[in-house]
């Protein structure tokens, strides 16, 4: 059953710097929180100037009336959303897109940088079952641990530089978890290449993947293309429609 999808001026609850160049964005708009699941996104319109397009944040919590986006400073959107203070009101499109398998019994999350932000909600509604295996290049991209330890029944951490955790790769690390636990979902977001590394070791142990992908999304809706995406049978589809989240062996990542 398709799920509503609502244009809301949502109340800016808390704009709150999380580390060096990200953000925590909570959201008063109550109508999209009632219809939100882990892996969807919302589009927010930023009224800035020429910013005519929205920009796509997957859901990283939900709670009653509320949701919950972390954003990364990258460009002239984001670095304008800096400036939102409680109170200000943003024009928020959503719940958008396709979820993540929340049926599991022994779920294995893994994300790498903001792609750890969808992971969040999912990690929260599995309310301990799941493990979390989480990486960044410092110290101080692993800030993340913080939001994921009260829903987590165990956090793994790499980091490129060994500062905290496992010094390496998340990938380095998957195969010694996949031995030790037999999970029944590794569910993944970060970069595409670690996506992709990701899918091909879950395949090797015979776990189901399913994999979030990031494109760059216009409408949000399906209707522009965008952000078609090649499926490994050879068709089209749309991260924002037919995803974000699909099973690896779905498509072209």
Do not use: H
Request: glycine share 10%.
């Amino acid at each position: 059953m398709a799920l509503p999808k609502i244009a809301v001026d949502a109340s800016v609850i808390i704009n709150e710097q999380v580390s060096e160049d990200v953000f925590r964005l909570e959201l008063l708009c109550p109508e999209i929180a009632a219809y939100s699941k882990p892996g969807m996104f919302v589009q927010v319109r930023v009224d800035k100037g020429m910013l005519l397009l929205r920009r796509p944040f997957g859901i990283a919590d939900v709670k009653d009336k509320s949701i919950t986006v972390f954003y990364r400073v990258l460009g002239e959107g984001t670095k304008a959303l800096t400036s939102v203070k409680s109170g200000d009101l943003l024009n928020v499109l959503g719940p958008l897109g396709n979820g993540f398998k929340t049926d599991a019994k022994r779920p294995l999350l893994v994300g790498g940088g903001m792609g750890l932000a969808p992971l969040l909600y999912l990690a929260r509604f599995y309310q301990g079952k799941a493990d979390i295996l989480m990486g960044g290049r410092n110290k101080q991209e692993i800030f993340w641990e913080e939001y994921f330890r009260p829903y987590a029944n165990n956090i793994f951490i790499t980091t490129d530089d060994g500062s905290v955790g496992t010094k390496g790769f998340t990938t380095s690390l998957l195969p010694q978890l996949l031995t030790d636990t037999k999970y029944d979902l590794v569910a993944v977001c970060g970069p595409g290449i670690m996506m992709q590394l990701i899918s091909d070791i879950a395949a090797k142990y015979d776990v189901p993947c399913q994999v979030s992908l990031e494109k760059r999304m216009a409408c949000g809706l399906g209707a522009c293309l965008s952000c078609a995406v090649d499926t490994k049978d050879g068709q089209r589809k749309k991260v924002c429609k037919d995803g974000p989240v699909f099973w690896a062996e779905e498509v072209q990542i």
